[in-house]
């Protein structure tokens, strides 16, 4: 209508455009993966891994932090949490951009539909970062980015279709429901 035409108008006048969201793909070669079960949230010794455990490695991946454990420059190191296995190939899919709550949920419904044929892996994961200043917050309370803009969350899928949720906020943000 002719909301629609002024509304057009006014972008192309101030030179506003549509941005496509940036996917990039990579394999990560002989990578240490945490051993889960989906139904041990808090790990067994020598069996497997907790979710605590596992969102760090997770957080550690994806920011393609060493895991050798090996001292340099820096005054700490990180390990993959035992047990874990070595792993010859792991695919790493990055989309950066705005994407809605509906593409997000199709996407996670194609991440189940891997397990439909036989696969090697156990388990898959699909991360959500918000922007750090997204106005977005749970309950009433105001989103806190002027203290670290934490808002995440974190689906670990099984082959058996259970998963985990995790999910991360600020300190000033209430929890979800």
């Given amino acids: 209508g002719a909301e629609g035409s002024t509304l057009?108008?006014?972008?192309?006048k101030n030179q506003?455009?549509?941005?496509?969201?940036?996917?990039?793909?990579s394999t990560l070669r002989d990578l240490q993966c945490p051993v889960l079960q989906s139904n041990e949230l808090q790990g067994?010794?020598?069996?497997?891994?907790?979710?605590?455990?596992?969102?760090?490695?997770?957080?550690?991946?994806?920011?393609?932090?060493?895991l050798d454990n090996k001292s340099s420059s820096f005054l700490s190191t990180?390990?993959?949490?035992?047990?874990?296995?070595?792993?010859?190939?792991?695919?790493?899919c990055t989309i950066t951009g705005f994407i809605i709550p509906e593409k997000i949920i199709q996407l996670l419904e194609q991440l189940c539909c891997y397990f439909g044929e036989p696969k090697l892996a156990y388990w898959l994961t699909l991360t959500v970062h918000g922007f750090a200043d997204s106005p977005v917050s749970w309950r009433e309370s105001e989103h806190g980015?002027?203290?670290?803009?934490?808002?995440?969350?974190?689906?670990?899928?099984?082959?058996n279709l259970?998963?985990?949720?995790?999910?991360?906020?600020?300190t000033n943000d209430d929890c979800p429901p």
């Fill in 8 to 12: 057009l108008s006014y972008f192309s």
């Fill in 16 to 25: 506003i455009q549509a941005l496509k969201p940036k996917i990039t793909f």
């Fill in 44 to 66: 067994k010794p020598d069996e497997s891994c907790s979710t605590e455990e596992l969102f760090e490695w997770l957080g550690a991946v994806l920011n393609q932090v060493s």
């Fill in 78 to 92: 990180y390990c993959c949490p035992q047990p874990n296995v070595m792993v010859e190939k792991a695919f790493l």
């Fill in 145 to 159: 980015f002027h203290k670290g803009g934490e808002n995440l969350y974190n689906f670990v899928i099984f082959r």
């Fill in 162 to 170: 259970d998963y985990w949720l995790q999910m991360a906020v600020g």
